[in-house]
């Protein structure tokens, strides 16, 4: 089984461009997350889908879009990038939202805003 | 005052001995935690989940959790250069349907 699969690995955008970050998983979860991590920060928390069909705003949301695609399939989007933007990107997954379960994290994807 | 505190280190120990890694939480009303480890450059890996009060085994790591004093740590005995790599506590919180918020990580080094 692959798990969480996020695409692309790697990016270089400059300020106001637009990219999609896609993250798709084959472990039949129902809740997925996106996360940014900077150093000294930890994991923030952008944008959680609880279930298909629904999205919910985290701690750091400016600046993004979200889509629940499917059940497998959890898009990032940068409608305008900036340089503040420039991360790590981790999509992750979970059985159910909810305290008692863990997450299974993607590879991540290096964004770089110029 | 964050919710989720850890020593960022390095925090090094020589190979065979034990690690300790702590973590401090503010929300009183937090049930989960669970410790993560992250290799360099690469992606966060679950490796233990506490619930209770006391210490849960497994393998040479030991999770010890004490709620009325707000800490978890994580115990990682014999150590082995292998394990070098950064630690996560993660710990549900109040906000976001009760989602995970995790600490900064402590970076250990584990020296042959």
């Known amino acids: 089984n692959a798990g969480v699969t996020q695409t692309p690995k790697f990016q270089v955008l400059k300020t106001g461009q637009s990219m999609t970050l896609q993250c798709a998983q084959d472990?039949?979860?129902?809740?997925m997350y996106w996360y940014r991590q900077d150093p000294g920060m930890g994991l923030r928390l952008i944008y959680y889908?609880?279930?298909?069909?629904?999205?919910d705003k985290g701690e750091v949301p400016n600046g993004y879009n979200v889509s629940r695609l499917n059940k497998r399939e959890f898009s990032l989007r940068l409608e305008s990038a900036a340089p503040s933007q420039t991360s790590v990107y981790f999509c992750?997954?979970?059985?159910?939202?909810?305290?008692?379960?863990?997450?299974?994290f993607g590879s991540g994807t290096r964004l770089t805003v110029v | 005052q964050k919710e989720v505190e850890q020593n960022s280190g390095p925090l090094s120990v020589p190979e065979g001995a034990i690690a300790s890694l702590n973590c401090t939480y503010s929300?009183?009303?937090?049930?989960?935690f669970f410790w993560y480890r992250q290799y360099s450059g690469k992606s966060p890996e679950l490796i233990m989940s506490?619930?209770?009060?006391g210490d849960k085994e497994d393998g040479r790591f030991t999770a010890q959790l004490n709620k009325a004093s707000q800490y978890v740590s994580l115990l990682i005995r014999d150590s082995q250069p292998s394990d070098s790599a950064t630690y996560l506590c993660?710990?549900?919180?109040?906000?976001?349907?009760?989602?995970?918020?995790f600490g900064p990580g402590t970076r250990l080094s584990v020296l042959p």
């Open positions: 993660a710990v549900n919180g109040r906000n976001y349907g009760q989602n995970f918020v």
């Open positions: 929300d009183r009303g937090s049930q989960s």
């Open positions: 472990m039949n979860h129902n809740s």
């Open positions: 889908s609880a279930s298909e069909g629904t999205t």
């Open positions: 506490i619930y209770s009060n």
């Open positions: 992750a997954s979970s059985e159910i939202h909810g305290q008692i379960y863990g997450y299974t």
